[in-house]
């Protein structure tokens, strides 16, 4: 199973003083030494951590595949379609938000229709797109029906469980989502959202899971042992589930 590492909060601490420091570029060449399959950053409307700059010099630094998340309704789409990073993952946006709240809402006409030409242009400019979705199978049918690549099976219920059966719950439903979605609509499916160095072994234990995005666990575990360490120790969780 693939490690993308997303290093949004490493521009957040840089962003907090409005510094050059930490250095995105040298977390992310260490995160890639320490076993990352893939890095992961977010372009946000308010810009609040990583910028335009950023990913141009990514795109050029990375030895390993670049996502960029973005919201199709902002401006984003035709920066992002003029650097062409290898993947897109697609987020709904709140200006409020601390983080990403849910997955699209593709039930609604006018999400489904701004998403449906937006994977449009990323897929003519040769980018894989990604929906980050909740684990439904009807959100599953109308990714499907709208030509995505992949989709990013929202994890963030789930690691926010506090009981057993909660836990047993939410996990049976992103079973057979991800069954559902290799199996019958023969899509990518990768993972995210609020994964943690304690919580990812049985997410990890999906087979048919592409890609598993963390971010906050492991940059939060990098102001103690360092990126290229934080990423042995969760690659190493993935791999021993
Ligand atoms: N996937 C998506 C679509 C996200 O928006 C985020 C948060 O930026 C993540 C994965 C990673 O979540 P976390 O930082 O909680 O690991």
Redesign the pocket.
């Known amino acids: 199973m693939l490690l993308g590492v997303?290093i949004?909060h490493v521009a957040t601490v840089r962003e907090a003083r409005k510094s050059f420091e930490p250095d995105l570029i040298t977390a992310a060449v260490l995160a890639q030494l320490g076993g990352a399959d893939g890095i992961?950053v977010?372009l946000r409307q308010d810009r609040r951590h990583i910028k335009e700059q950023d990913i141009i010099i990514l795109k050029t630094s990375l030895s390993v595949p670049l996502n960029v998340?973005i919201s199709s309704a902002g401006t984003m789409l035709d920066f992002i379609c003029n650097i062409r990073p290898d993947k897109v993952?697609l987020?709904p946006e709140n200006p409020s938000e601390i983080?990403?709240e849910g997955g699209l809402n593709l039930k609604n006409k006018k999400v489904f229709q701004q998403t449906a030409k937006a994977i449009k242009k990323l897929q003519q400019n040769e980018i894989e797109v990604s929906l980050?979705i909740e684990p439904e199978k009807d959100l599953i049918d109308l990714s499907y029906k709208i030509n995505a690549d992949a989709v990013?099976i929202n994890t963030k219920e789930y690691s926010e469980c506090e009981t057993i059966s909660q836990i047993e719950k939410t996990y049976k439903i992103l079973l057979e989502t991800v069954d559902y979605a290799v199996r019958k609509k023969n899509l990518i499916v990768n993972m995210?959202?609020?994964?943690t160095y304690d919580n990812v072994t049985a997410i990890a234990q999906i087979e048919s899971i592409t890609e598993l995005?963390?971010?906050?666990?492991i940059v939060a575990k990098s102001m103690f042992y360092g990126i290229e360490e934080a990423v042995k120790m969760m690659r190493k969780k993935i791999d021993k589930a």
Not at 213 to 217: A, E, L, R, V, Y
Request: glycine share 16%; charged share 15%; aromatic share 4%.
């Open positions: 997303n949004d992961t977010h998340e993952c987020v983080t990403t980050f990013e995210g959202h609020g994964l995005n963390i971010g906050h666990s």
